[in-house]
């Protein structure tokens, strides 16, 4: 901890006239922001579309194996992504844009498959009216307030 405090007010201290440390570690700091922005509002997201599988499967919809697989791959890739921005924070001013390459990637896997189950349950709603067997279950759950909101939410941040 010290070492790093110190290796922080060396580039301060001997970047400053040059204004290249100063330059690097704001970049960094502006990076971490918006990574951190955009990895809560797909987690909030995530945690929508959740909510929806959940009021689905509560009412007796037969949930779609693809669906269920990419929601347990988003939990995975939530884990991995946290740890990717934790990397990126910690790492040092000479090797921190790999550790935000590794956090980029995370991210937009974590946004693709985030994208991948609203699909997913986008389809299996339209199969289940498409073949007749929208039950009146199913049709309660799509009428309920709390979840129609929550799927325009999560349709509406596609």
């Known amino acids: 901890m010290r070492a ?9 201290l001997f970047g400053l006239p040059t204004g290249c440390g100063f330059d690097v570690l704001h970049q960094k700091q502006e990076y971490v922001d918006n990574a951190e922005f955009r990895l809560s509002q797909v987690n909030i ?15 007796g ?4 194996p693809a669906l ?11 884990i991995e992504a946290e740890k990717r921005l934790d990397q990126v924070k910690h790492a040092g001013i000479a090797n921190w844009k790999g550790a935000r390459t590794a956090m980029d990637t995370a991210l937009e896997d974590l946004e693709r498959s985030y994208e991948t189950a609203v ?10 009216q498409e ?3 929208a039950s009146r ?19 509406i941040s596609l």
């Open 68 to 78: 269920l697989d990419t929601i347990d791959e988003l939990d995975e890739k939530q």
């Open 61 to 64: 919809i037969t949930a779609n």
């Open 131 to 133: 073949d007749g067997s």
């Open 137 to 155: 279950r199913y049709l309660l759950v799509m009428n309920d307030p709390s979840t129609a909101a929550i799927l325009s939410s999560v349709l």
């Open 4 to 12: 790093s405090r110190l290796a922080i007010w060396a580039v301060l």
């Open 45 to 59: 997201r995530i945690e929508e579309l959740e909510q929806v599988h959940a009021d689905t499967i509560k009412q």
């Open 119 to 128: 699909f997913l349950l986008e389809e299996t709603w339209q199969d289940l």
